[in-house]
Every structure is written in structure tokens, then in C-alpha cells.
């Protein structure tokens, strides 16, 4: 594109008009002048010109540019030594080179936010989380809604500032003219079209999809078509489904419910009538969903508290905050959702019979589910048999070509396995690892001298906190896990968290170690109800909503 094929047959002697950076005399049997020295303004190459500026319709190119057309030259055998060497030296010895074109042209900085939706009536048609915008809809034909963020180039171009005039408005200088734009689906073997319907002066647009592919992963862009520009937005994934019936069951993502976390300390020292000497303690972590704020301690163990008797002296109460309360420590999917009851008594929740039928009717893929269980878990220190429930979690998976563990993210939702299809509708979020770590051995001395081990202690931990702390040891060396290590090592970490410095210990921490529910001590917080599954290398137990 920067040196015409023309090259060869255009002669050196050229017009002379505008040539005051190199001495030339008049050919008079030619018209033109004859150059006598190298160009040392600006040369133009395609009509070996030198000139005091780059005229309209070409650019100064840059380095790369110039580069680039050096090598064209280079490569063109079909013009001549003497000519050949005549456009290097000028290219060489000029102040700028001018290119053809303005160099002018349109950013493909556009990026779709991520909760596009389509709808027809006021039922969602495709996976995305979209029953409660559609609920407000009312499209007579498949339509699919979308926004769009522009980034610097477009946003502060005093002729664009929006996608209505990224789409239609022609940019000064721009040798693309008349522009339009349309949106493209690509299924991973053509590409199909569809118009594009853009609100005057906004970043919103619509456009009827009623001719796409039903249950087809699409990879869909926004694209200037028309004047030859090519510029696009960034890609995002639809799949489209049949409107879904409401009228029996819930329908959109499961509900959510945070868990917390808050500490008991057991403590070791003299009870006296003028008040107690505590010598040491340790502290035990317990967890609970946060509609359901776990008991009070019962009075009469100064050695056992659960509150800040700092703050709230004396024994406890229902309305004093937990110890070291840690509001949202992790989610968890929130058990009174009706799809996760047992309705049918099948000894399963609903929710995995759904998601069967549907991979059966959808796809015809006949695999049994049971993805989600109940995650039961002691909210305070006591010897009930059966802990509290404190929600649902998912089992985790297991990539088939590496062996390693994973949770459901966009990217697994967006491909091609049917089971990840159907759960981006029934989940929609992305998913992180949930871990269980146990304390490292904690001695008390009691108010006799006695020395007794403190119970054990069990952290839950999720994935996207656990990877900024954890480590392992080798060589008495501490290092940072991989995919790999992290399943092929053994994995601690320090706590109370210091994320910023995590492999140095500080001297309110404990070593606390990861491992699989079947691996905890007989005489620990055990009783789990954790199902016995095959178990990712890293010891993940399930999946759960992702906090960050």
C-alpha cells in the first residue's frame, strides 16, 4: 500500500513544483525537471517528489512505515538499479517521508458491557442473566439490547464521543467515508449478519436477531462495514435459547447469601473469686450464613468467649457482635431458594434433577448430576450432633487434559460444553475454590501447670484470598505455588491474612495447612457432611460464588 506497482515506469524526471529541498535544472524536452542532488525535505516515493510538506491525501509515515516501504523497494525487481538506488537515497537522506493516505482512522477502542441482554415479549432468549430486565421488555420480535464503553481515542475525538456517530459520523481527513455499521456472529466456521440499530447520540443499540441460530455459541462484534475502515468492537458470547416458561418455578440465578466468620477464643489460666488470671489462649473459627446469627454463649465459662468483653463486659448476649467478626468471608448459595429443596424426595436437590432434564432436552446429553450439596458446618462452640446448615456449594471439576481442579468462570460458561451452557443460566456468576485449613498444634498451660493441647482449628478459605497467602516449603525455602505445585505440594499459609507481605510471619500469626475434608483429624470439627468425591489435586471441597 505505501510504494505503487507505478513505480517502475514513472520516470525520475518529475515535476518541479514545490521542489526546494534539492538544486534541479529544466529538461525542456521533458516538461518536468531532473533531480541533481538528494532529497533532504519531504520525498514522496510514490511520485519520487520532494517537496516542503506532504500534500493532501498522504500522511508522514512513521518509523515502522518508513521501514516498511524501504523493504518494498528492496523487493520490487522490476524497477531498475539506477531508479531503485534514486528512491533509497532519497528515503534516506530526506527529513520526512510521505505515504499515501490520510492516515486518519477509525479506533476499534469499543468495548460491549457485559449485560447485553435479548428478549422476546418479556422473556429472556439468551444466557445471561437477563429474566429480570426482560420482565420489563416488551419486544414483539427476538431483540437483542446492548451498550457499549468507548475507550480515549473515541471518546475525546471531537467527531465521535458515542457509538451512534462511531458508527455513521465521517472523521475530518478520514479517507473513509460514508460509514455503517452492522453486527457479526461468528459460530467457528462462518459468519453471519444482522443490522444494528444505534440510539441517536448514546452508546446504546438494538438489533432483531430473529435469523441466528438457536443454542449456537456466537461470537458477535460490532463492525464498521461500510466505508472499508474494518474497525470493531471488542467480542463478546451469546447463546440463544427459547423463551423460558415462568409461570411453574423460579426462574434466573440462584440466590446468594454471604457467610461470615467470627472467632471463639479458649482460654487457659486461674479462675479467682476477685476475678480471673487467663495466662494463654487459642482461637477457634466458626462460620454461619448471614440471616442466621449463631446462639449466644451460655453463662458461667470466663475460659470460653465468643464477644469482646472489652467492649461488652460480662457474659454474653444474642445482641453483642461476634469476636473478630468477619462479615462476608465467603458466599455460598442460599438454601431457602426453592430449587434446592428435595421436593420429588429423591434424596437430592431439585436443582440437580433440572439441570439434568435440561442437558437431556436441550442437548440430548444423558449425564447424571449431583452438583450441588449441603454445606453443614458448626456456628459456635457445642457438641450438637447435626451442625447448622450454612448454605449450598457446588461440586468442583476436574479439566480432563491437565488433571487440575477448577470452578466455573465467564470463559467456561461461554464454550462449547453443554453442562457449563446450562449452568450460565442457573449460576451466571463466576465460581472460586472453597478450602479447608487446619491450625497448626496449639499448647495451653493450665492454672495447675498442666500442659493440654488446644482444640483443633479449621479455617474456610476461598480461592481468590487463599492464592494471594498461601505457600509451601522446601529446602527450608518458602515459595509461591503454581497450577501445578499447588496440588502436587503441601499448601499453608499464615493467619490472621497479611497480603501484602504473606510469606513473612508475624508474631500474632499461626501455620495453618490445606487439606481435603477426608483428611482432617478424627478428633476435629469433622462431621462435615462433605460428600467423599474424586478430590482435586489442590483439596478444594467445592465451588462457591466468587467475591472478587
Known sequence: MLLMSLLA??????????????????????????????CTAFYRPNDQTCLDACPTGTREGTVQEVSDAVDQVNGDDSLGDVLKASIL???????????????????????????????EGNKAIILNNCDAFCAGQNDESPTLHGSVKLGENSLFNSDLGNLDNWCNKEITNSDFKSPAC???????????????????GSNVFTANIASIPKKTPLVVRVVEFQSGSAAQSSAF??????????????????????????T?????????????IFDN???????????????????????????????????????????ELVPQHFSVWDISDLRFADQDGDGSSDVNKSIQDKLLNDFNDTREINLFNIFQWPNRPSSDTTPPTVGMFMQPFINGLTGRGFCPTQSDYNGNDNLFKVLKELVGVDTEGIYLAVREPVRLTDDTGTVV???????????????KIWFYSENNQLFIPDEITSGSKTIHFYWPADTDDPL???????????????????????ATGIPTVIRPPDKRFGCVPALD
Open 264 to 276: 471463639c477464643l479458649t482460654r487457659a489460666g486461674t479462675q479467682e473469686p476477685t476475678g480471673n
Open 281 to 323: 489462649a487459642a482461637r477457634l473459627h466458626f462460620y454461619f450464613p448471614t440471616n442466621n446469627d449463631p446462639p449466644a454463649q451460655p453463662p458461667g465459662n470466663p475460659f470460653l468467649i465468643c464477644h469482646d468483653t472489652n467492649l461488652n463486659p460480662g457474659d454474653d448476649s444474642p445482641l453483642f457482635p461476634r469476636l
Open 9 to 38: 515506469s514513472i520516470s525520475s524526471c518529475v515535476d518541479g513544483g514545490g521542489k526546494s529541498g534539492r538544486a534541479s535544472i529544466k529538461d525542456f524536452t521533458l516538461g518536468g525537471e531532473t533531480a541533481t542532488g538528494p
Open 237 to 262: 458470547q451469546i447463546y440463544r435459547i427459547d423463551p423460558v416458561d415462568t409461570s411453574q418455578v423460579p426462574t434466573g440465578p440462584l440466590k446468594i447469601m454471604p457467610a461470615s466468620q467470627y
Open 182 to 200: 452492522r453486527l457479526e456472529y461468528f459460530d467457528g466456521a462462518g459468519t453471519v449478519t444482522t443490522p444494528i440499530t444505534v440510539n441517536a
Open 89 to 119: 537515497a532519497d528515503i534516506d537522506s530526506a527529513a520526512r517521508v510521505c505515504l499515501e493516505g490520510s492516515g486518519v482512522l477509525r479506533p476499534s477502542d469499543i468495548t460491549v458491557n457485559k449485560d447485553f441482554c435479548a428478549c
Open 504 to 526: 513473612v510471619r508475624k508474631s500474632t500469626q499461626k501455620i495453618y495447612t490445606v487439606r481435603a475434608p477426608e483428611n482432617l483429624n478424627a478428633d476435629s470439627q469433622s
Open 453 to 467: 493441647t488446644a482444640p483443633d482449628d479449621i479455617l474456610i478459605i476461598r480461592e481468590n484470598l487463599l492464592e
